[in-house]
C-alpha cells in the first residue's frame, strides 16, 4: 500500500495530499531553477498528475510559464511558498521537496544542470555546519 504524505505552503493557506510513488528526484542547477527559488538549486519529484489531491487553498494558487521553455512554477499567492504543479505537457506532477510536511521514501537520482552550478554553492557545501544560527 503506498504511504501518503502532506505538504502545503509556509502560511496555511494551501494544503494538499500526495502519494508517496515519486518516479524521479532531481536537484536542478539550471538558472532558471536558481532563480525561480532563490536558492542554489531546486529539488523536485515527479510523479503522475492524479497522484495529489488538494485538502484546501487551490484558488491560492498562481503559475508562472517560463518563456521558451517548457518549464513553470506554482507558488502561493498569499506568502510566495512554491507548490506542486502539472508540467506543460501534463505527463507529470511535480513536487517541490521542501513543500512536504514528511519526507518522501524516494531517494535523490541525480543532480542535473550541474554544468550550471554556482560556485559559491560548490564552495559553500565545504563551510561550517551550525545548528539553528548557531552562536556569537
Known amino acids: ?10 502560511c496555511g493557506e494551501v494544503s494538499y495530499k500526495v502519494a508517496d510513488n ?3 528526484f532531481f536537484f ?3 538558472e532558471q531553477c536558481r532563480k525561480l ?9 515527479f510523479t503522475s498528475p ?11 494558487i498562481t503559475r508562472f510559464n517560463y518563456p521558451g521553455r517548457a518549464l513553470s512554477r506554482a507558488f ?19 513536487v517541490p521537496a521542501g513543500s512536504l510536511n514528511e519526507e518522501p521514501s524516494k531517494e535523490l537520482d541525480a543532480q542535473i544542470f ?10 559553500g557545501l565545504n563551510g561550517k555546519k551550525l545548528i539553528g544560527f548557531g552562536r556569537d
Open 114 to 123: 550541474c554544468e550550471e552550478q554556482t560556485e559559491w554553492h560548490k564552495k
Open 50 to 60: 492524479d497522484a495529489i489531491e488538494w485538502v484546501k487553498g487551490q484558488n491560492h
Open 1 to 10: 500500500m503506498t504511504k501518503t504524505l502532506t505538504g502545503g505552503c509556509c
Open 76 to 94: 502561493c499567492k498569499t506568502c510566495g511558498s512554491a507548490l506542486p504543479f502539472e508540467s506543460q505537457d501534463s505527463k507529470y506532477l511535480l
Open 22 to 24: 515519486f518516479r524521479r
Open 28 to 30: 536542478c542547477h539550471c
Open 37 to 45: 527559488t532563490g536558492t542554489a538549486h531546486a529539488a523536485n519529484l
